[in-house]
């Protein structure tokens, strides 16, 4: 295989044509592009043969860059201060503050299936391990606050489980993305959690119905296991652990 003809993931793939990663599975579903299919719905592409399939096409995306503001640096003191307002939730990304409206119905839906699914699995193989979801803040240093939709402590960190917050990286962080949160999970999350070393994170699309699970593989993040629509998932790090999609949607 030549050097144009490296299979790529729908991640680099997706980043290489200023696309988001849900319209890259949307084409696959849709079988608008070309793609080669490894096992267990382990998609990969080659960039050159998917350009040629979407010549012509009128869809351009282009994510936002995120970049913390260095004039202004919000601290967990600051985000304990701030007033409720019904309807939004806030977080703390590296010193900047950000707004979100509440999750929509399919989100909770979905988040609340998943943590059934990782309850009784993680009560089986690690009893003294928890599971949390959100509305519950997890504090990385004193400039980063966020409310990770689920996310499982291990048996082996109690450490961190304070009486008010999580204090360091949980072994496994979900997010499951809402139209607001995209970019938000995609970027400056993914970028947070791979530097404080979050071992696993997962992202989950209610409208596209794809799951992403990635692992730090040497300091960075690499998808160990996806899929998309009724397809089943079985993570490679988390024995005897089978998630079938369709139970969430």
Partial sequence: MSKEQKLITAQTLAKALDLSVETIWKYTREKRIPYIDLGNKQYRYIADEVIRSLTGSTVQEKE??????????????????LPEEPGYRYEILEGV????????????????????????????????GEIFNAPLDVTFQDITVVQPDIFYISGKQKEIVKDVRIDGPPTLIVEVLSPSS??????????????????????????????ECFSLQEGLYALVASGMDEDVVEHPVFSGLSIALKDLW
Avoid: C, G
């Avoid at 995209?182 to 799951?211: A, C, F, G």
């Fill in 97 to 128: 503050l950000v707004k979100d409206p509440s999750p929509n119905v399919i989100h909770q839906r979905v988040s609340r299936r998943l943590q059934r699914i990782l309850e009784d699995y993680f009560w089986v193989t690690d009893s003294q």
């Fill in 64 to 81: 936002a860059e995120y970049e913390p503001d260095p004039n202004k640096k919000s601290t967990y003191q600051d985000y304990l201060e």
């Fill in 182 to 211: 995209q970019r938000k999970d995609r970027l400056q999350k993914m970028r947070i959690y791979q530097k404080t070393q979050v071992q696993h994170y997962w992202i989950i699309s209610p409208e596209e119905k794809t799951m």
